[in-house]
């Protein structure tokens, strides 16, 4: 079974300061690793992936994660953080295996950046 | 391009009710989905297809049904809605390349009373 834990439900940053989303995982293989952040009323929006290769993947809106192996860890983060970066943030995992493999969602970290 | 679109927005039913949300994407994606979303629990599958005529059940199918017909809609069907039913229901879809992340339609939160 896979699982992703994240263990903060909210995480307050003052405006311009660096920010981390945590996340860890935990599956039978490599994993396929996602970040989604859905803003109030509405539907998730992809942020970035980790496949393979470099640890560090950069996504949309200055965000990036670090994949962390030894530590199953795929922390979100932003060297400045903007009030508008205020939003639910959601760590994915999936199998890194052929055909169809479901993909697993953590219960999200609630951001909150303050002015 | 519309991208991944859901009918209603807003529904409220009462108990024994049963209704139909509409998802629909336009991006030929084969892998669609259906996922609720309570408080403190994140998303939760409900069914998926990973192409017209082919559905499967996820973590929480009882209380729903689906069907593809064609590579565009996914409808959900609820027969006897129930409070537990309550949530916000999200579509979503994605191409077949399991690198891919999913898009998501807007959602329809659902009440039922």
């Known amino acids: 079974a896979q699982s992703v834990a994240q263990p903060e439900d909210q995480v307050n940053v003052a405006e311009g300061n660096p920010l981390t989303v945590k996340c860890t995982y935990s599956?039978?293989?490599?994993?396929?690793l996602f970040w989604y952040v859905q803003y109030p009323n509405r539907g998730l929006q992809f942020l970035l992936k980790?496949?393979?290769?470099?640890?560090l993947v950069k996504g949309s809106y200055g965000f990036e994660a670090e994949f962390n192996k030894s530590q199953t860890s795929f922390h979100l983060k932003k060297p400045s953080a903007l009030v508008s970066d205020s939003a639910l943030y959601f760590c994915?995992?999936?199998?890194?295996?052929?055909?169809?493999?479901?993909?697993?969602f953590g219960i999200g970290t609630k951001l909150q950046v303050i002015p | 391009n519309a991208g991944v679109t859901q009918t209603p927005k807003f529904r409220i039913l009462k108990i024994g009710q049963s209704m139909t949300l509409q998802c629909t994407q336009d991006?030929?994606?084969?892998?669609m989905y259906w996922y609720r979303q309570d408080p403190g629990m994140g998303l939760k599958l409900i069914y998926y297809?990973?192409?017209?005529?082919?559905?499967d059940k996820g973590e929480v199918p009882n209380g729903y049904n689906v069907s593809r017909s064609t590579t565009e809609d996914f409808p959900l069907r609820l027969e006897l809605a129930a409070p537990s039913q309550t949530s916000v229901y999200f579509c979503?879809?994605?191409?077949?390349?399991?690198?891919?992340?999913?898009?998501f339609g807007p959602g329809t939160r659902l009440t039922v009373t």
């Open positions: 979503a879809s994605s191409k077949r390349d399991r690198e891919t992340g999913q898009y």
């Open positions: 599956v039978s293989g490599n994993p396929y």
């Open positions: 980790y496949i393979t290769g470099d640890n």
């Open positions: 994915a995992v999936r199998v890194n295996s052929g055909g169809y493999q479901k993909v697993t």
């Open positions: 991006m030929n994606h084969n892998y």
């Open positions: 297809s990973v192409g017209a005529g082919i559905t």
